[in-house]
């Protein structure tokens, strides 16, 4: 229970901290009599759609380790556009461009809440690499293409990658690089878990000449 409340206080931050900027944005705009009818009915939106998510993030670990669940058709291009919709304010904040190549449109059978919250946590982890090290031109790439087996997200940054001493252990339940800050070493070990056991695919981690690059790999036949 407490790792499960851990992994789902995880996932809410970034949420949280989308609906934090649309409440300071209300604010500030009252505040300067500016706050104009489009722009309170946007920010309410987004501000619904943000715990609309909170809310399926509940449902997705409750039902985590159920054997019955069903598939869904979805595609990389969707689950990038859908998590980015609720993080790309904060990575905005952050000064962290963001770089999109989605060239695979194609349609497969997933489980497409769970492959977002592997995306926002790959994302997440990039985005603390990024702010931690203070990376001028600091950028999130996400890129999507097939091969003659798999459909293939790859998510890379430029934070000068992850020491070759504990590259090999990152995906291991309870390790961590950030203990003393607010690491609970669970995100990386649950997107493996999600990607593999669940999705029948591959999880896995290099560095570039940047960076580091998270691959997931969907089988063609689920």
């Known amino acids: 229970m407490g790792e499960m409340i851990s992994m789902i206080a995880h996932q809410w931050r970034q949420p949280l901290s989308a609906i934090a900027s649309a409440s300071a944005l209300i604010n500030l705009k009252a505040q300067l009599n500016k706050l104009d009818k489009e722009t309170a009915l946007e920010v309410s939106q987004n501000i619904a759609n943000y715990t609309q998510h909170l809310s399926a993030t509940i449902d997705d ?6 054997q019955d669940k069903e598939q869904d058709t979805t595609n990389f291009t969707y689950l990038v ?45 990039a ?20 091969d003659d087996e798999n459909y293939i997200l790859e998510i890379s940054d430029n934070g000068g990658g992850i ?7 990152i995906f291991n339940p309870y390790f961590s690089t950030r203990l003393k800050q607010d690491g609970i070493g669970l995100g990386l070990y649950m997107s493996k878990t999600i990607v593999e ?5 591959k999880l896995s981690c290099y560095n570039t000449s940047d960076g580091a690059c998270f691959k997931v790999e969907l089988p063609y036949a689920q």
């Open 163 to 169: 020491s070759e001493d504990v590259i090999d252990k």
């Open 127 to 146: 985005q603390d690499v990024l702010v931690e090290k203070k990376v001028q031109s600091a950028y999130i790439k996400l890129k999507s293409y097939s």
């Open 197 to 201: 056991e669940h999705c029948r695919g």
């Open 61 to 66: 670990f409750r039902d985590f380790f159920k």
């Open 81 to 125: 556009k859908s998590v980015f919709s609720i993080i790309r304010s904060t990575l905005e904040n952050n000064n962290i461009a963001v770089i999109e190549e989605l060239n695979c449109k194609d349609s497969f059978m997933a489980y497409s809440n769970e492959l977002k919250q592997v995306i926002i946590n790959l994302v997440s982890n």
